[in-house]
């Protein structure tokens, strides 16, 4: 008896500047009264000193759809993307920032999978934004408050001496951002210039919050929408910016001294798909914004062949311990379970007539894992 298993099959093509990208389109069936109009854009990023994935890791497109973060495994995706031409960009503090053009199909995977180089000061492909940011009466440093730019690089925090350094970032013009619970939030413009330093020394006040009722308040509490159950660690950001915050053990949040106007808060965590939610806060008033958030899903796919003739076989049962669902293969002989939840599963295919064959697979959130079946005949 003999069975193989094509397991998370990952491709790379690696050019000159040290990275990589492999670009394909996995069709998928669409349904007759209700074609997809969007696609998704999916990838790996991983470090070319070590190969080792990288969490964390900015993904970002032009023209704009979502910003996120590499989940701890290195994966990333974007979904529900208008059909065009996209330059994808990965960044993340002290690598080089790197992009590349892919093109987005209704109802298909697009791929885009990075290695990063880690940035030396001589690297002239690049520019730096750095400074010190200090409390504008007192002129102490202030420690721990957010900078990101606008379009996106690299999101960093001041030390405990009050300077900050953005790096690998491409020449251009920016918006720096700036703030801290406490503080009020602003912006400068800057100019990058590739091989150089921008030097931009920032001053904050601390908001005046002696007028009552001038100011609102946002809070709430994040939850598994699965179980029920409080997700700790959620890191909450807006549009604009209110500074960084992140759900207690409880799941729970507070954003206080608000001014009064429109936000958009993204409620976000490794594993989990993204939530955005439009606010309004007006003076005095407090708006709860509770959220639940989905488990990311992964997709098991795969074909099912005669293992004499190697013909595809149709009709083959594929279920999975634990229970996910439960389907048969296509006259084509192959098979696609979508929306699993992260985890390892055992996998088994069953058709009369023929051995049963199963195995261990490990289901990767956003990603498809690869599972075929060469079957023979029961003795």
């Known amino acids: 008896m003999t069975w193989r298993l094509n397991y998370n099959r990952i491709f790379f093509l690696i050019s000159a500047v040290i990275f990589t990208v492999f670009l394909s389109s996995c069709k998928k069936e669409s349904s007759a009264t209700e074609p997809q109009v969007y696609g998704r854009l999916s990838g790996n990023i991983s470090d070319v000193a070590n190969g080792q994935n990288m969490a964390m890791v900015n ?67 690049y520019g730096i934004i750095s400074g010190i940011l200090r409390e504008l009466k007192t002129d102490d440093p202030i420690s721990k408050a957010f900078l990101y730019t606008v379009p996106s690089t690299s999101v960093v925090t001041t030390n405990s001496t009050g300077e900050y350094e953005i790096t690998n970032v491409p020449a251009g013009k920016y918006k720096l951002w700036y703030g801290k619970d406490g503080y009020d939030t602003l912006s400068v413009d800057v100019s990058v210039i590739a091989g150089k330093t921008t030097s931009a020394d920032l001053t904050l006040a601390k908001m005046d919050t002696s007028a009552a009722g001038s100011f609102g308040k946002i809070t709430g509490r994040i939850t598994n929408a699965t179980t029920g159950l409080p997700i700790s660690g959620a890191a909450i950001t807006s549009v604009p910016p209110l500074g960084s915050i992140t759900t ?57 062949i005669d293992a004499q003739s190697g013909n595809p076989l149709p009709d083959v049962n594929i279920k999975t311990t634990p229970g996910t669902s439960s389907i048969s293969t296509g006259s084509d002989g192959r098979y696609d379970l979508q929306n699993i939840l992260p985890g390892k599963y055992k996998i088994s295919a069953v058709k009369t007539g023929y051995t049963t064959l199963e195995f261990e697979i490990t289901v990767t959130a956003g990603l498809n894992t690869y599972a075929d079946f060469v079957l023979n005949a029961a003795p």
Do not use: C, M
């Not at 996209?86 to 053009?101: G, L, M, W």
């Open 59 to 125: 993904v970002y497109t032009v023209p704009a759809t979502s910003f996120i973060t590499t989940d701890i495994n290195g994966a990333y995706t974007i979904e529900n993307i208008l059909p065009g031409a996209y330059k994808v960009f990965a960044a993340k503090n002290n690598y080089d920032t790197i992009s590349v053009d892919v093109t987005v199909n209704a109802g298909s995977v697009t791929y885009a999978n990075f290695i990063l180089k880690p940035y030396t000061p001589s690297d002239k492909n």
């Open 248 to 304: 207690s053990s409880t799941g729970d949040y507070e954003i206080n001294n608000i001014k009064p106007g429109s936000y958009k808060l993204k409620i976000s965590k490794t594993g989990y798909t993204d939530k955005e939610v439009d606010v309004v806060i007006t003076a005095g008033t407090t708006v709860t914004v509770n959220a639940s958030l989905q488990l990311q899903t992964g997709n098991i796919t795969g074909r099912v």
